[in-house]
């Protein structure tokens, strides 16, 4: 059974930075994929990055040149660096894993089987 924990978020200035990670307990690192979502209040969960087994990255383009999510296979860790955090980056962040690599690289909530329970991104103008 897989497992994800998120960790890191909290409340930031816009222009701030923040580092999200989520350890993965019971994935098997072979062929799978792992990515960051984000949920706003009122607003449906969106796919912000993605990361496959080879390291290839796919992002947002609301994020993209901000945020850059990479992995410590040794840790089983995801980890999501935030840059030049705005307003509109607030959201709970959720971690998302998936073994079935026909999806690709793929930011769709459908893409993912496995989630965390969420960590809390606020940023303030």
């Known amino acids: 059974q897989v497992q994800l924990v998120e960790s890191g978020g909290g409340s930031v200035q816009a222009g701030g930075s923040l580092t999200l990670s989520c350890a993965a307990f019971?994935?098997?690192?072979?062929?799978?994929?792992m990515g960051w979502f984000r949920q706003a209040p009122g607003k449906e969960r969106e796919g912000v990055a993605a990361i496959d087994s080879d390291g290839s990255t796919n992002y947002a383009d609301s994020v993209k040149g901000r945020f850059a999510i990479s992995q410590d296979n040794a840790k089983n860790t995801l980890y999501l660096q935030m840059n030049n955090l705005k307003p509109d980056d607030t959201a709970m962040y959720y971690c998302?894993?998936?073994?079935?690599?026909?999806?690709?690289?793929?930011?769709?909530?459908?893409?993912?089987?496995?989630w965390g329970q969420g960590t809390q991104v606020t940023v303030s103008s």
């Open positions: 998302a894993a998936d073994y079935r690599t026909f999806f690709g690289l793929s930011l769709a909530r459908y893409a993912y089987n496995f």
């Open positions: 019971g994935l098997t690192y072979g062929s799978y994929r």
